[in-house]
């Protein structure tokens, strides 16, 4: 253990996250990890980590930390604003040195998701494969659940040598979300297959890790899948608004055997009303999925709040293959772009120590 941080406050929100346990799946076990894989790579990056190496998943605000022991070097990307006890501002998208005794504290994130990263990673002890923490099953992380005052969170070792680093934030693409049609897009009726990408959508106020419900245009079932079960078994939505077992929405709903599901699956229940699955997702699903959410579009629903509108557009595989190597070439020159800084109130030792200080002077001996 290079380093030892201590909770003061856990903020709201705020979970230890990596790159997930993939392979998993076929045992029940949810993928988990980073929303935004993407933004996890840049704050990793900037602490000279790995791009899947723990760091904290910051929502809504984020944590107040004290340097427990050792020194730690640390890097936010996102929007938050930060303070450094003793410090001027520290910005966003660069790393900083904290010694020990030093405490950090992140506000309100804005934007939807931050990641702050370690140098080193936090260490806590992985379970199948990972550092994830994935809250409705108590996996992983902190005692699987979110950070709390009182937590002790041990460091790697890591680099933290040499001078800070810095980045401009990196960027997401704009535009709908891309979608893959199916895998069960023929229980819709052609009039839901266009409304899907005709009209907008927007996300409801039941949102989590797990996925977005939004709220749009009914998507309707085909009627030819209606009479297959009793309507009494047929499993409704959560909402308090959703239609009753034997209401119009459901006797047009049809049976469907459930099937894996995996982030980015656009399940349709009986009201119609889509719900985009996420890191958190459960591993089968009853209901019908009429798409799936391209990978290289995934990080960006991290960043939507309750209220925001989002497109959809459907894309060929070909497409959505060439999407994903896209993300990957401008993450990787966004880590290629990484240059020193000097932080806030610091002085560049480089530069003083290549200055001439003393124009024209020479060394003599007295005689």
């Excluded at 799936?292 to 509108?309: C, E, N, Q, V, Y």
Aim: some cysteine; charged content about 20%; glycine content about 14%.
């Amino acid at each position: 253990m290079a380093g030892l941080i201590e909770v003061l406050d856990g903020g709201l929100g705020v979970t230890l996250q990596d790159g997930g346990r993939p392979g998993y799946r076929r045992y029940g076990i949810a993928l988990s990890g980073a929303l935004d894989p993407v933004w996890l790579a840049c704050a990793n990056a900037l602490v000279g980590n790995p791009p899947g190496a723990a760091a904290l998943e910051l929502r809504l605000s984020g944590p107040r930390l004290r340097v427990a022991s050792g020194r730690v070097r640390v890097a936010l990307a996102g929007a938050a604003d930060i303070a450094v006890s003793g410090r001027p501002t520290f910005s966003p998208w660069q790393s900083l040195t904290l010694e020990e005794g030093e405490e950090l504290r992140v506000g309100t994130v804005r934007g939807g998701i931050a990641y702050l990263a370690v140098a080193g990673g936090i260490d806590t002890p992985p379970l199948l494969g990972s550092r994830a923490t994935h809250l409705r099953a108590g996996l992983g992380g902190v005692a699987g659940r979110a950070l709390a005052a009182g937590d002790r969170l041990p460091v790697g070792e890591g680099e933290i040598e040499g001078g800070e680093r810095r980045q401009s934030a990196f960027a997401h693409e704009d535009g709908p979300i891309r979608l893959l049609p199916g895998p069960q897009d023929d229980h819709f009726t052609p009039p839901a297959r266009r409304a899907l990408v005709e009209q907008a959508f927007a996300v409801s106020r039941d949102a989590d890790r797990m996925g977005l419900r939004l709220e749009g245009p009914p998507l309707a079932h085909e009627d030819r899948f209606g009479d297959e079960i009793p309507a009494s078994r047929r499993a409704a939505p959560r909402d308090a608004g959703a239609p009753s077992g034997g209401s119009e929405a459901t006797r047009a709903w049809g049976s469907f055997v459930s099937d894996g599901v995996a982030p980015g699956a656009l399940q349709v229940p009986p009201d119609g009303q889509p719900i985009l699955l996420l890191a958190d997702c459960q591993t089968v699903g009853g209901y019908p999925k009429i798409a799936t959410a391209i990978r290289a579009d995934l990080p960006r629903l991290a960043h939507l709040l309750p209220g925001a509108r989002l497109r959809f557009a459907y894309v060929g595989r070909e497409e959505a293959a060439a999407a994903l190597r896209a993300q990957q070439a401008r993450l990787a020159a966004w880590i290629e772009g990484i240059a020193p800084c000097v932080p806030a109130g610091g002085v560049d030792e480089a530069a003083l120590y290549s200055a001439n200080l003393i124009s024209g002077a020479l060394y003599s001996e007295e005689p």
